[in-house]
């Protein structure tokens, strides 16, 4: 990778994390894994579909 993509995916990981961050912000621990379970079950039900 060059200089430069090594920069920019730097920047992209360092974004996500804190937009993670922010969306997950007063989340317990219990609620954030229920969360990314719903999450995974839409994602499942969407791929039934073969959407993606």
């Known amino acids: 990778m060059t ?3 090594k920069s920019r995916l730097l920047h ?3 974004t996500s994390q804190k937009i993670d961050e922010m969306a ?9 894994e229920a969360f990314f379970h719903m999450l995974d079950l839409v994602y ?4 039934k579909e073969d959407l993606f």
């Open 3 to 5: 200089p430069l993509g």
């Open 24 to 32: 997950l912000s007063g989340f317990s621990d219990k609620d954030r």
């Open 44 to 47: 499942r039900n969407l791929k």
């Open 12 to 14: 992209v990981e360092q």
